[in-house]
T-cell receptor
Framework: DGGITQSPKYLFRKEGQNVTLSCEQN?????MYWYRQDPGQGLRLIYY???????QKGDIAEGYSVSREKKESFPLTVTSAQKNPTAFYLC????????????FGPGTRLTVL | EDKVVQSPLSLVVHEGDTVTLNCSYE??????LLWYKQEKKAPTFLFML????IEKKSGRLSSILDKKELFSILNITATQTGDSAIYLC??????????????FGKGTSLLVTP
């Protein structure tokens, strides 16, 4: 059963804490992406990775960090430096170079208390 | 500056109505335009458009691209309550890292009432 999974579905965090969102795919995709979605807004690219051990900043990378140690996994850490972390976070993956054929995970809703 | 602009931002219609959603763009090195439907979770793919004037159709939904005027429309005929969702337009174009990325509009929130 191929697909892309994110966990947890809902996450609550106190101000000042770092938190890591999980994203796993078994589609054998080389490229993975992290987006943030705020109410009334489209998706904004945080980070993306086109290959293992390599990643690039997107449009809103400040306050976030990622790693890509395995092809299947692309975790996102929301650090305490991120001023407005409450949002819906979506992970996606695609074949190498196929930016326009991204498969999305179900998302994680992060709320900072 | 917004690269991808969708209109209207929200829309309420009655079942059976026909709706037209708009997406205009201004990007460098356009490669494709995509439409997604989002119902509270992951966006699901509807259409990918790369050529002007060729209509893509799937049931009651259809879409067309105008690369000269830089816009696309998504039509939904005979709307049903299940069409209620956010419709996202995304344009694949060259980004600041010299690669390609999807640039999303803010979406159109459609509510179809019984």
């Amino acid at each position: 059963d191929g697909g892309i999974t994110q966990s947890p579905k809902y996450l609550f965090r106190k101000e000042g804490q770092n938190v890591t969102l999980s994203c796993e795919q078994n589609l054998n995709h080389d490229a993975m992406y992290w987006y943030r979605q705020d109410p009334g807004q489209g998706l904004r690219l945080i980070y993306y990775s086109q290959i293992v051990n390599d990643f690039q900043k997107g449009d809103i990378a400040e306050g976030y960090s990622v790693s890509r140690e395995k092809k299947e996994s692309f975790p996102l850490t929301v650090t305490s430096a991120q001023k407005n972390p409450t949002a819906f976070y979506l992970c996606a993956s695609s074949s190498q170079g196929a930016v326009n054929t991204q498969y999305f995970g179900p998302g994680t809703r992060l709320t900072v208390l | 500056e917004d690269k991808v602009v969708q209109s209207p931002l929200s829309l309420v219609v009655h079942e059976g109505d026909t709706v037209t959603l708009n997406c205009s763009y201004e990007v460098t090195n356009f490669r494709s335009l995509l439409w997604y439907k989002q119902e509270k979770k992951a966006p699901t793919f509807l259409f990918m458009l790369t050529s002007s004037g060729i209509e893509k159709k799937s049931g009651r939904l259809s879409s067309i691209l105008d690369k000269k005027e830089l816009f696309s429309i998504l039509n939904i005929t005979a709307t049903q309550t299940g069409d209620s969702a956010i419709y996202l337009c995304a344009v694949e174009a060259r980004n600041s890292n010299s690669g390609y990325a999807l640039n999303f509009g803010k979406g159109t929130s459609l509510l179809v009432t019984p």
